[in-house]
């Protein structure tokens, strides 16, 4: 097949933008302060002009919300809080319809305190078959008074919580890697993977066009769960990436391989090594997964450079697309991290604080943009990205509901702050996003975002909306259809400058100085306005080379292309 062919019939995921739905906070449409799928069909529109390929909706399903429905009680129906199963069956018609397609979270590692197995478990006797579907054990001590081993919660505390029998005398232990209304499921017994199958079936049937999957190197954990000890290898960690995982996955793929129209697998994959990572993406597993490297890189001219070498390294050797995110769900919002002297975002030491200089996160958001949309691979938008919204750090105490803030005795303020509901009009709260007397938003809105409104911004043909609506429609049009590798080219201290086809350029200026534009080059886009035919400093441009420059440049670059470096067949093995 030749690579012009091959261009015209890759898979639509390879090179998709996907935009990210907290659906909690996106759109209220019954007024009750809390976003809901009603609200997101009112919004389709919006997102289809935008400019994106997919949606990706955060968990829609039943839950009681301990963990921002993380904690799912029913895999096959929507939370009342939301609106109802027909509901998702039109907005997802509809999506379609807008030529969006839809995304679901799915939640293997672990479920709700007060979904029916886990209920009937608390219920049973120890040993019994019902327990079997998670990890009960007695403890450790003389009376079993201590956690079965040393493991900690993700959320802080340790990973375990003792039960109480009838009689109120304390019983097993049940494993929970996040919050204790989250317990973790058993992958080892077979009930858990046919009912895993099963609800992939369900929303396969239901027109999803695919799954993201949390957590996604957290199912299997070591036989006889043993401890972390005092130092641990954190590449060998006992409940994070055990082989086990893979037969899962492949076992998944085969279901979605089954259904038309190239159904994805988008993992949740926090590993530290590029081996193990790439290990998720062998041809017959998951199909991509989130660069999280990417996302917690500072801006910085060697560390972005370095990120993306290894990025394209560690996916060649399985012949997967790459990702690239700047902000999730789960993270510090970047236009705000840009803004500080440290912009690099580390999972164990994230929160909040810092100081921040608006003017500079808001400048660099906007470079960032363009760089990640100029990539090869995919793209992810999270709700908000494309107004620039800077996380929220003054939210009162008593209105936090992350449990992070709970668990960590009020250490860690949570992930409140990157999940306030957007603001689409208005001068004052609530800006839209519910209709008129409706009750508060859930999270309370700034009062500066009356000026980064979508209504504010859609009027302004300089704003960050409006460079997302132009950088996303240039991808589209014509760098989805380019080679999916890039070649660097020669460039100055402290810029970068690469391209995918010796014609279309990207060129970030990380200095503090403008930076003069190759000669003869056309500026295609560019996140700040020029200074006198320069890139000002923090700043990105996309370019057209003329053919004479193109030969020149040819000539000194540098190739990076790895994609056919390693066959992807040596690296599937099982």
Not at 72 to 80: G, K, Q, S, T
Not at 443 to 463: R, Y
Not at 472 to 493: G, K, M, Q, V, Y
Request: hydrophobic share 40%; aromatic share 10%; charged share 25%.
């Amino acid at each position: 097949m030749s690579k012009s062919t091959e261009r015209h019939t890759r898979p639509w995921w390879r090179t998709a933008a996907i935009y990210q739905v907290y659906v909690r906070s996106f759109a209220d449409g019954n007024g009750d302060g809390v976003g809901d799928l009603a609200g997101v069909r009112s919004r389709l529109p919006y997102l289809r002009d935008l400019g994106v390929d997919a949606l990706w909706f955060n968990p829609w399903y039943r839950s009681p919300m301990a963990d921002g429905g993380y904690d799912v009680a029913d895999y096959r129906d929507i939370d009342p809080l939301f609106g109802t199963l027909a509901e998702a069956r039109e907005l997802i018609a509809e999506a379609h319809g807008h030529g969006l397609r839809v995304i679901v979270d799915l939640v293997p590692n672990h479920c709700s305190d007060q979904h029916p197995w886990f209920r009937e478990a608390l219920a049973a006797d120890p040993g019994s078959a019902a327990r079997e579907r998670f990890w009960f054990t007695p403890g450790r001590g003389a009376d079993g008074e201590l956690p079965p081993n040393d493991w900690q919660s993700y959320f802080g505390g340790p990973a375990w919580t003792r039960t109480t029998g009838p009689d109120g005398a304390p019983g097993d232990w049940y494993l929970h890697l996040f919050a204790p209304e989250q317990p973790d499921l058993n992958w080892e017994h077979p009930e858990v993977r046919a009912e895993f199958e099963s609800v992939l079936r369900f929303w396969l049937d239901h027109g999803v066009d695919g799954f993201r999957i949390d957590v996604a190197h957290g199912l299997a954990k070591k036989p006889g769960l043993p401890d972390v000890g005092p130092h641990p290898d954190v590449t060998d960690l006992p409940y994070q990436d055990v082989d086990a995982v893979h037969e899962v996955y492949r076992s998944w793929r085969k279901i979605t391989d089954s259904y038309p129209d190239d159904r994805v697998f988008v993992g949740e994959v926090w590993l530290p090594t590029p081996e193990q990572f790439a290990r998720y993406l062998r041809p017959d597993e998951l199909h991509s997964a989130f660069n999280f490297e990417f996302l917690c890189c500072a801006w910085e001219h060697d560390a972005v450079r370095d990120v993306v070498d290894g990025t394209l390294a560690a996916h060649a050797r399985v012949g997967a697309p790459p990702t690239w995110v700047l902000s999730n769900h789960d993270t510090i919002r970047h236009a705000t991290r840009y803004g500080r002297e440290d912009t690099s975002f580390d999972m164990g030491n994230k929160r909040l604080g810092a100081p921040t200089d608006r003017a500079l996160g808001l400048r660099r958001a906007r470079a960032a943009a363009l760089l990640t949309m100029a990539l090869p691979g995919g793209v992810y938008v999270y709700q908000g990205d494309e107004l620039a919204l800077a996380e929220v750090e003054d939210i009162p105490d008593t209105l936090l509901q992350d449990p992070t803030f709970v668990r960590s005795g009020g250490t860690d303020r949570g992930r409140d702050g990157c999940r306030v509901p957007l603001p689409w009009s208005g001068t004052r709260a609530p800006f839209g996003f519910s209709p008129d007397g409706a009750a508060e938003p859930w999270l309370p809105q700034p009062a500066a975002w009356a000026e980064q409104s979508v209504a504010a911004q859609q009027a302004d043909p300089h704003s960050v909306l409006a460079l997302y609506r132009d950088a996303l429609r240039l991808r589209r049009d014509r760098l989805a259809a380019l080679p999916e590798t890039l070649d660097w080219l020669p460039a100055d201290p402290g810029v970068l400058a690469f391209t995918r086809d010796g014609s279309f350029v990207c060129l970030v200026n990380f200095t503090d100085r403008p930076l003069p534009l190759p000669p003869g080059s056309t500026p295609l886009l560019t996140s700040a306005p020029l200074d006198a035919g320069r890139l000002p400093a923090d700043a990105c441009a996309w370019l057209d080379l003329p053919a004479a420059d193109r030969r020149e440049a040819a000539d000194l670059r540098e190739t990076v292309d790895r994609r056919e470096a390693v066959d992807p067949r040596e690296s599937a093995g099982h």
